[in-house]
C-alpha cells in the first residue's frame, strides 16, 4: 500500500493533485486544515470493505445527494448557532447532538436523523455554557466546507462517468460545450432543449440556435435611447476606452452639442486628463466628480444634454469608495443605466466577483471588451445567460470608434465556437464542470 500527503490551497486543488500522482483508484484517508490550505493523506491499493464500488449506480448517486444535502443544512444550522451567544447543548444537526463538544470531523458518518414521537416529556436540559470557542466554529466549518468540496468531486465524477457509459453522443456534446467554456448548469440546459435530437450534427446545430436564442440584446441601442448611462466594473476592464467609442459613435451621428462626458474616478493617475484630451478632440465638456460630491447637483447643469456618459472607478469590493460610487449611481434623483464593462480575457472567477460586486447598483446590461485578445467566449456568455444580463456592446480593438459593434447573438455564438479549445477537455475538467452542476442539490444530469 503506498500512502502519501498532499499539500494544496483549497480542497478542491488537493483531490487533483491526489488523482493526478496517484490516480483515480486512490483513496483519502484523512484531512486537515493547514497553515495556507489543507493537506490530505491519500493511499493506493487501501483495502477497505466501505469503498463505494467503481462501477456508478444510482443508488450511490442518491446517497451521495442526500449527504450533500444534509451538509448544506448543518452549515445553515451552524451559521444561525455561530449569530447565538452560544449554547452547546444545542443540536448542530437535527437530531444529530454533539458528542462531548468536539466537532464533526470527515472521518464521522452523516446519520440521517429519525423522528419518533417521545413517550415522556423530555429532561430539562443541562445548563448552558458560558460561550463556544470560535476556534471550535472554524474547525467545524472547515470539515462541513471540505465535506462538500469532496462530494461534490465525487459526485461530478460519478455523473460523468455514468453519462459515457449510458449516453455516449450526450458526452460528446458535453465535451464540446466545454471546449467553448460554457457553465455546467447552461451546459445541462442546452443538452435538454435537444435530448430528443439522434443525430449529432443536427442536435449540434439547434444546441448553438438555442444558445444564440438564451443571449438578450437591448431592443433599442443605449446611445439611441440617450439619458445618464454609467460605465461600471473592476480596473482593467476597459470602461474609459469603451466611454470614448460611445462618445465618438455618438458625435459623429449627431454633432458634440447634445452629449456630455463625467468623470467619477479621482483614484486612477492621469484618468481625468485622459477624459478631459478626449473632450478637447470631440468639442464636448468633461465634468470631473470628486468624492463625497453630490452626483445629482453635479448632473443638474447636463440634464439638457440629450446622452451623458460617466466614467467611474475601478475600485476593490472592499473599498468604502466603491459603495458610496454605487450608491451614488443607485440615486432615485440620477436615472441612470448603468452597464458593467467586462473583459472577455478575464476568468471566470473575476467575472463573477464583478457581477456581485456591482450589481448593487442596478445593472441594465454589459459591455463585452477585449474580443479580439480573448481565447474563449464561454465564461462571459454563461455569466450574461445566468444573471439575464443584456449585452449592449462589443468592443474588439483599440480603434475609436470603428472597434465598438452592436452585439448579434448568432455571430457572437459563431465567434465563441471560433476561439474554441482546440484540444480536448481533460476528464478532470468533465468530472469539475458536473461537480458544478451538482453544486445546487436540485440540479440533476440526464
Not at 177 to 197: E, F, N, W, Y
Not at 228 to 252: D, E, N
Request: hydrophobic fraction near 40%; include cysteine.
Amino acid at each position: 500500500m503506498q500512502v502519501k500527503r498532499f499539500f494544496a490551497a483549497d480542497m478542491r486543488q488537493a483531490m487533483k493533485l491526489v488523482r493526478d500522482e496517484l490516480g483515480a483508484d486512490a483513496a483519502i484517508i484523512g484531512n486537515r486544515r493547514i497553515a495556507g490550505g489543507v493537506e490530505l493523506t491519500a493511499a493506493l491499493d487501501y483495502k477497505l470493505s466501505a469503498l463505494a464500488p467503481r462501477v456508478p449506480n444510482m443508488e450511490l448517486e442518491d446517497e451521495l445527494r442526500k449527504t450533500q444535502s444534509r451538509i448544506v443544512t448543518a452549515q445553515a444550522e451552524l451559521s444561525m448557532r455561530g449569530e447565538a451567544d452560544g449554547n452547546t447543548n444545542r443540536q448542530l444537526f437535527s437530531g444529530l447532538p454533539l458528542t462531548a463538544g468536539l466537532p464533526l470531523t470527515a472521518a464521522e458518518p452523516l446519520t440521517e436523523p429519525t423522528y419518533a414521537a417521545p413517550a415522556r416529556p423530555a429532561p430539562a436540559p443541562a445548563p448552558a455554557a458560558a460561550g463556544v470557542d470560535p476556534r471550535a466554529l472554524d474547525s467545524m466549518r472547515f470539515e462541513l466546507n471540505s465535506l462538500r468540496e469532496l462530494m461534490e468531486v465525487q459526485l461530478g465524477t460519478l455523473a460523468w462517468n455514468q453519462l459515457q457509459g449510458s449516453r455516449p453522443a450526450q458526452a460528446n456534446l458535453y465535451r464540446r460545450l466545454q471546449r467553448i467554456g460554457l457553465s455546467g448548469p447552461l451546459s445541462r440546459d442546452l443538452l435538454a432543449l435537444t435530448s430528443d435530437i439522434e443525430e449529432p450534427r443536427q442536435a449540434w446545430r439547434m444546441l448553438l440556435a438555442h444558445l444564440a436564442r438564451m443571449i438578450a440584446t437591448p431592443e433599442v441601442e443605449p446611445l439611441e435611447e440617450g439619458g445618464v448611462i454609467a460605465m461600471v466594473g473592476p480596473a482593467g476592464m476597459g470602461k474609459t476606452t469603451t466611454l470614448a467609442k460611445l462618445a465618438a459613435r455618438y458625435v459623429l451621428k449627431y454633432g458634440a452639442q447634445n452629449i456630455a462626458l463625467v468623470s467619477m474616478d479621482s483614484f486612477r493617475i492621469g484618468a481625468q486628463e485622459q477624459l478631459k484630451t478626449l473632450g478637447r478632440i470631440l468639442n464636448v465638456s468633461v465634468t470631473h466628480v470628486d468624492p463625497g460630491q453630490s452626483l445629482v447637483q453635479a448632473l443638474d447643469p447636463l440634464l439638457r444634454k440629450r446622452v451623458v456618459l460617466i466614467d467611474t472607478a475601478g475600485l476593490q469590493a472592499s473599498d468604502p469608495a466603491l459603495r458610496m460610487q454605487l450608491e451614488s449611481l443607485a440615486g432615485r434623483g440620477i436615472r441612470s443605466k448603468n452597464y458593467l464593462v467586462l473583459a472577455t480575457t478575464s476568468q471566470k472567477q473575476v467575472l463573477t466577483a464583478a457581477y456581485h460586486s456591482y450589481k448593487r447598483c442596478g445593472l441594465a446590461g454589459c459591455i463585452l471588451t477585449k474580443l479580439d485578445e480573448t481565447a474563449s467566449l464561454g465564461e462571459v456568455l454563461s455569466l450574461a445567460i445566468s444573471h439575464e444580463l443584456p449585452v449592449a456592446y462589443l468592443t474588439d480593438g483599440p480603434r475609436i470608434p470603428d472597434d465598438l459593434h452592436l452585439p448579434r447573438r448568432h455571430q457572437l455564438v459563431s465567434r465563441a465556437v471560433s476561439v474554441q479549445m482546440q484540444e480536448e477537455p481533460s476528464e478532470e475538467a468533465m468530472a469539475d464542470m458536473f461537480a458544478d452542476i451538482y453544486h445546487s442539490p436540485t440540479k440533476q444530469v440526464g
